[in-house]
């Protein structure tokens, strides 16, 4: 087992990353889409788990989320408000009610807000989001057996690093 301080990050320094959790039709993929006209950097997937799965592969600076996608929205947002590999990216929830949560206080929007105010107010979060994220140390983590590299990236993630962890050279050849 080794952990190499100094490994690349899924994104580049410096530049925010937003992935947007919707139907293709939705509002918040239309604020997506004007993020990405304005320059940033978005991913959409059009199930709630796909967009999990993406969440823990691109680490984003920001997700916007719509629970009411599919029937397993709200169960998402669960996954991305308390599973170690997604619990410290800021979550943003387009619903006419915000839901509790159990994990992180999760920006709420209304559906029905003008998509060019949504894409300003979330503009400066990634703002704010890119900053940070650059700031923060990256350790990558190679080992074999992953409960062993999941707790370690739990304790590392907890104390504030950027974490990218993988099974093997080869894979983080890939």
């Keep these: 087992m080794r952990v190499l301080p100094g490994a690349t990050a899924a994104q580049p320094a410096g530049q925010a990353h937003l992935l947007v959790i919707a139907a293709p039709e939705s509002a918040a993929t239309a604020v997506g889409e004007l993020l990405r006209a304005r320059g940033h950097q978005v991913s959409f997937a059009a199930q709630s788990e796909r967009g999990v799965d993406l969440a823990r ?82 350790i990558l983590i190679v080992d074999d057996e992953p409960e062993i590299a999941g707790l370690m990236a739990l304790q590392f993630t907890d104390e504030g690093y950027q974490i990218t962890t993988v099974q093997s050279g080869t894979e983080l050849l890939r």
């Design 57 to 138: 592969a691109v680490r984003p600076t920001l997700v916007l989320l719509d629970p009411a996608l599919d029937e397993r929205g709200e169960l998402a947002r669960h996954v991305l408000e308390e599973d170690p590999d997604t619990k410290g990216m800021q979550l943003a929830v387009m619903a006419l009610e915000p839901s509790p949560t159990a994990g992180q206080q999760a920006l709420s929007l209304a559906p029905n807000l003008a998509p060019e105010q949504a894409a300003e107010m979330l503009e400066h979060v990634l703002a704010g989001g890119a900053r940070k994220q650059a700031q923060r140390p990256h």
